[in-house]
């Protein structure tokens, strides 16, 4: 982490993101394999896929910055044979936010 910054993680679910319907035992056990938990502070604890976001929070003067990773597993229906199959999802993210009220 760089100076001023200070990283945060959150674990939240698919559910509560409105991403529910691609929430599955399928998506659910793959999560548990790679690790990703769903604690109990967690309103859909036990019953949803896991979703870890972390962010590294930086601030200088009238910008912040957010790095993060995101993790989770999706299900999604084989073309093939339509049965549900497990995708994981690992998304590195950047966001840069300027507060142009404060310039003048």
Same mark, same amino acid.
């Given at each position: 982490?760089?100076?001023?910054?200070?990283?945060?993680?959150? +674990?939240?679910?698919? &559910?509560?993101?409105?991403? %529910?319907?691609?929430? =599955?035992?399928? !998506?659910?056990?793959?999560?548990?394999?790679?690790?990703?938990?769903?604690?109990?502070?967690?309103?859909?604890?036990?019953?949803?896929?896991?979703?870890?976001?972390?962010?590294?929070?930086? +601030?200088?003067?009238? &910008?912040?910055?957010?790095? %993060?990773?995101?993790? =989770?597993?999706? !299900?999604?229906?084989?073309?093939?044979?339509?049965?549900?199959?497990?995708?994981?999802?690992?998304?590195?993210?950047?966001?840069?936010?300027?507060?142009?009220?404060?310039?003048?």
């Amino acid at each position: 982490m760089g100076r001023g910054s200070r990283l945060q993680e959150k +674990r939240i679910t698919l &559910k509560r993101l409105g991403l %529910g319907n691609l929430s =599955t035992e399928v !998506s659910k056990s793959r999560a548990s394999v790679m690790g990703l938990r769903v604690t109990k502070a967690v309103k859909d604890y036990p019953n949803g896929t896991p979703v870890q976001i972390s962010i590294d929070i930086t +601030r200088r003067k009238q &910008k912040l910055r957010l790095d %993060g990773i995101i993790k =989770t597993v999706i !299900s999604l229906t084989c073309n093939r044979c339509g049965d549900p199959a497990a995708e994981s999802i690992f998304s590195n993210f950047s966001l840069l936010l300027i507060d142009e009220h404060r310039r003048t």
